[in-house]
């Protein structure tokens, strides 16, 4: 198994819902990224997860809180969100912090 | 200013012809690596540099790392390589941040 997963491709919630993103990977790899991206423009790192512990946070707002509950899971649980979070989240994973990233095909999400 | 920039910002070309990309970065880096980007999101690493050059298939990158260049050709250029092509590199001692070009929009046309 050689490619990122993510669920669900497309996503659509208001303001006040509860939702969560989900990407797996089973290649062993022991760190896992999000990232946004916005049309036209290239990805924002949001997290980094080193051996399922939570290496970076850039400064994200908290209405974003990512999880990471094995090697092979991870999680992003939104919560309030605005419109302007409308964007694609784009999963990777790599074998260790900062080596070639696998990407997943992204959730695409609208907020309403 | 952005650590990485790449050039040009879009491009368009013929099939068949040869394509170059060029990022050019302004601090130290351990790696750089190219990213090919389809319409409808999906990233696929392309490759991971950190001196000299290499090749995979019709893709072949290149770096300099004295002059902090890289540059990405494609050689026959076919309509299925139309993608933004993204350069990201890894900045040394600064905890391996990785910080993205804005991106080629490359077109080809059959």
């Known amino acids: 198994d050689t490619e990122v997963t993510q669920t669900p491709k497309h996503l659509v919630m208001g303001m006040t819902n509860k939702k969560s993103l989900k990407c797996e990977q089973h290649?062993?790899?022991?760190?896992m990224y999000w990232y946004k991206q916005k049309a036209k423009k290239p990805p924002e790192l949001m997290f980094v997860y080193s051996y399922e512990k939570l290496s970076i946070n850039e400064s994200v707002p908290s209405r974003f809180s990512p999880e990471c509950p094995n090697s092979s899971l991870l999680n992003l649980h939104l919560h309030a969100l605005q419109p302007e979070d409308s964007a694609l989240y784009l999963c990777a994973s790599s074998l260790v912090l900062y080596e070639t990233q696998y990407f997943g095909p992204g959730t695409r999400l609208l907020v309403l | 200013k952005n650590e990485v920039e790449q050039s040009p910002q879009n491009l368009t070309a013929q099939e068949g012809e040869f394509i170059t990309i060029n990022c050019s970065y302004s601090v130290g880096i351990s790696a750089l690596h190219w990213l090919q980007q389809h319409p409808g999101g999906g990233i696929v690493s392309l490759f991971m540099l950190s001196s000299g050059k290499k090749k995979h298939g019709r893709l072949i990158a290149t770096i300099n790392i004295q002059e902090k260049h890289s540059s990405l050709h494609i050689t026959a250029s076919h309509p299925r390589d139309s993608a933004v092509y993204i350069c990201a590199v890894r900045r040394a001692n600064t905890g391996n941040q990785f910080y993205f070009g804005t991106g080629t929009s490359l077109t080809v046309i059959p």
């Open positions: 290649m062993g790899h022991r760190a």
